[in-house]
């Protein structure tokens, strides 16, 4: 099955239907896709694949589906609390 990996949403199912066929060590994947004009393929195999890196390519193809683009920026949070002073007079 070729997927048109310019399409988001195509793109992200192609791409979760290899991830879970991996986890569940079903078999090798293989995803086929046009790219400028050609035809490219990429094989996945649960030995080679990291399977982070997939998570991730999986939900970043989720947010463009969605219209938006993922926020990579991280927040820290502290815990207590701080008490604000009224400002000088």
Do not use: F, H
Request: positive net charge; aromatic residues 6%; glycine residues 6%.
């Amino acid at each position: 099955m070729a997927v048109d990996w310019t399409d988001a949403c195509a793109r992200a199912e192609a791409l979760r239907e290899a991830y879970y066929n991996l986890v569940s060590g079903a078999k090798a994947q293989q995803v086929v896709y046009q790219d400028a004009g050609q035809m490219r393929s990429v094989t996945y195999a649960s030995s080679k694949v990291d399977l982070s890196r997939l998570l991730d390519e999986i939900k970043l193809a989720d947010q463009e589906c969605a219209g938006g683009t993922i926020n990579r920026t991280r927040y820290a949070m502290r815990g207590g609390s701080l008490r604000r002073s009224d400002p000088p007079r």
